[in-house]
């Protein structure tokens, strides 16, 4: 896997006048996991849509760089992968529709040995050819989580990734947070006593601006 690092220059964003992230500082070197800290409100899902390129700071920088070059914003598709609570699938189309879509979309090589695969790795192999609607609350979650590590990203983002699992769901979380850290780099976006205890080093959020972004 690609080496990776990420660097954060009094990094900022406001969604409206006192609404946002307040500026944080920070630079990660390599693989491990990461966990993004913070009361609710203090912009740790911002910071990972900022580092997904989803979303431009509003002052500072936030630069990607994978195998010594910077990635710019519209190509970190490439090499992120990030499974969020905001994530939706199409409830008409099966699991496995679902993934062969963005497979597709990826211009991956094999998409069904894809799809198969990460599917296979979040236990829900078995119900490929269910519609999406189907699911408990738990198994979308595991698929947001199959969604992530489809193409296998080098920079895994995980916002609150154990929201609506049970024990085997977490035990999967866990399964893949450390396959993953061993060659990649994982940010983990948490305020879970457990999921603290996955990472390497931390990021400190303080001070929320009172938005729940």
Known sequence: MAAI????????HRFAPGRGLQRVSF?????????????????????????????????GTL???????AVPMPERRRVV????????????????????????ARGMADPPAAVREALGRVGL?????????????????????????????ALLLLDEPGSHL???GRAVTEAIVA???REGLVLLATNEPRERELADSRIELRGG?????
């Open 27 to 59: 630079r990660h070197d390599g693989a491990g996991c990461v966990a993004v800290l913070g009361t609710n409100g203090a912009g740790k899902s911002t910071l990972l849509r900022m580092v997904a390129g989803l979303l431009r700071p509003t002052a």
């Open 179 to 181: 396959e993953h850290r």
């Open 209 to 213: 601006l009172g938005h729940p972004a």
């Open 125 to 153: 192999l078995e119900r490929e050819a269910d519609r999406v609607a189907a699911l408990s609350s738990g198994m979308k979650q595991r698929l947001r989580l199959a969604f992530a590590v489809l193409h296998r990203p």
């Open 81 to 104: 992968g990030f499974a969020s609570p905001e994530l939706a699938f199409y409830d008409e189309f099966t699991v496995g529709e679902n993934l062969l879509f963005v497979a597709g």
């Open 166 to 168: 049970d024990d085997v």
């Open 63 to 69: 630069e990607v760089h994978v195998d010594g070059a």
């Open 5 to 12: 690092a990420i660097e954060a220059h009094d990094v900022e």
